[in-house]
């Protein structure tokens, strides 16, 4: 079936620095999301793409929908703490009459004061 | 408003015994999913109900079983937990299902469930 690859699976910054985590599939999506998930919390929706080549902005954070729509980029400016998280890329798979979400295995991101 | 609310917040089960998982959502989503989360792969589907009075397998749906009880509620069943169910559960809404995606899902805050 279809899946999505993240990178990295994890990243330790400094407070201030920038952040770049790419999601990747061998298939193409109409849609691409982000969500952010903080401990002991649902995930939480940040950014929804739904055109090749469409860069959307949420604050300090900015995603992009890949050309070829196989793969999405999230970046992140100027981190703060509260930055921490795990953050998933997700896409719609169309089976059984029926649009189902799958998710990325996931980057745990780290901020240090 | 709650959103999505799910019971227990936490559970410990011995292997063979069963539960039940909890979740309602206040927002009158016609969408309902089951979503299990280990460590290094992500969120994995379940089951999912597309409407009211509908049930259709996910991913990974042996060893559970749904019921979407009315539009509010959607609740999975363990009937024999084994310890590989040791996961986070998370239920999640969202008002579209069917032709493009353009309905983000909304997810509750898990049930962190142990099977020794």
């Known amino acids: 079936g279809q899946q999505l690859n993240q990178s990295p699976q994890s990243m330790f910054i400094q407070e201030g620095e920038d952040v770049s985590m790419n999601c990747t599939s061998s298939?193409?999506?109409?849609?691409w999301l982000w969500y952010k998930q903080e401990p002991g919390e649902g995930p939480v929706l940040l950014i929804a793409?739904?055109?090749?080549?469409e860069l959307t902005s949420n604050g300090r954070l900015t995603a992009q929908f890949g050309i070829t729509r196989k793969d999405s980029f999230l970046n992140i400016s100027a981190s703060i703490p509260s930055d921490v998280g795990i953050y998933f890329c997700?896409?719609?798979?169309?089976?059984?009459?029926?649009?189902?979400?799958?998710f990325g295995a996931g980057t745990r991101l780290a901020v240090h004061p | 408003n709650a959103g999505v609310t799910q019971t227990p917040k936490f559970q410990v089960l011995k292997t063979g015994q069963s539960m039940t998982l909890q979740c309602a959502q206040d927002?009158?989503?016609?969408?309902m999913y089951w979503y299990r989360q280990d460590p290094g792969m992500g969120l994995r589907l379940i089951y999912y109900?597309?409407?009211?009075?509908?049930?259709d397998k996910g991913e990974v749906p042996n060893g559970y079983n749904v019921s979407r009880l009315n539009k509010r509620e959607f609740s999975l069943r363990l009937e024999s937990a084994a310890p590989s169910q040791t996961s986070v559960y998370f239920c999640?809404?969202?008002?579209?299902?069917?032709?493009?995606?353009?309905?983000?899902?909304?997810f509750g805050n898990g049930t962190r469930l142990t099977v020794t």
């Open positions: 997700a896409g719609p798979t169309f089976s059984g009459g029926y649009n189902k979400l799958i």
């Open positions: 999640a809404s969202s008002s579209i299902v069917r032709s493009s995606y353009n309905s983000p899902l909304h």
């Open positions: 109900s597309a409407s009211e009075g509908t049930t």
């Open positions: 298939s193409i999506f109409n849609t």
């Open positions: 793409l739904y055109k090749a080549g």
């Open positions: 927002m009158n989503h016609n969408s």
